[in-house]
């Protein structure tokens, strides 16, 4: 009876969640808008911000609590769920077909700024023997070349490019600011019910944090991801499809992990390596899909491997234990 019910928090606590994601995206634009910075550039920093503000706040949350394997984890698994089930579905519904050389670039930064936190975690135990992770100074280098990325994207928009015109709420500054203070309410409090009741049901099963992490939990997190490029997808919109994907990818990567080990020190459980490697090849995969993405009759077939090897990723994972 108590399972079932951490099973019904858990639900309903990512559901909270990504209501206050919304509204705190939807207020914070409104007031961007008000304050007249440029819409193109709201447009790029808060799709990817709002998609992603589950899997930081989750983060947060679990790095003040010192739960190191749920923030590695968590991250790990949402950023393999984005391309291997997101980009999968969204192919599947219609066939990728991209021209922006733009997103390809997008891509190539994610792959390197994964590998950059797995060179990160190789240097770490060298400097301090005994603890491999992420500390105070890693975290400053990873929000800094998170700062150089919101640079680089924003001086590469164009105010012609609709794609970007997504959030336009058209509210009052007081009414921006009540939905933005709303969603910067409901957003802690969620992300406290989602980690306590994972715990609670990890425990249950006995499965360990770090596997409930990179599955249930990433999985919760990334259902605006999910949402955003299923829409994205039956509008045809391919490039917002891979632009959600990969600025997630890269936000999860930078963002999330810089602002958890400046929260606390974020300690690596080995038994995720096998899952950073795995990243890295999806991450590999993901340009190769794209670089093949002209060809939209074969679309269907790549993407129905991605959904393939995600669904074989979680029985691994489940049989691993």
Known sequence: MVLLLNSAILTISFLILWKGSNLLVDGASSIAHHLKIPEYFIGLTLVAFGTSLPEVVVNIVAALQNKSDIVFGNIIGS??????????????????????????????????????????????????????????????????????????????????????SIYHPDYSIQKSIIIALSGLILIPVSGKMIIESAIYISRSFGISEALISITAIAFGTSLPELVTSIASAVKHKHEIVLGNITGSLIFNTLFAFGLSSLVSPIRFNPVLIPDMLILIIANTALILYTAAAKKASSGRYKSSFLIISYIIYIIYIFFRG
């Open 79 to 164: 950023n393999i769920a984005n391309i291997l089930l997101i980009l999968g579905i969204t192919g599947l519904i219609s066939p990728i077909i991209i021209t922006s050389n733009k997103i390809k670039k997008e891509m190539i930064l994610s792959l390197l700024f994964t590998i950059t936190i797995v060179i990160m975690l190789f240097i770490s135990p060298l400097i301090e023997p005994g603890f491999t992770g992420l500390k105070l100074p890693e975290s400053l280098i990873l929000l800094i070349l998170f700062g150089l990325f919101l640079n680089f994207i924003y001086k590469s928009a164009s105010d012609k490019d609709d794609t970007l």
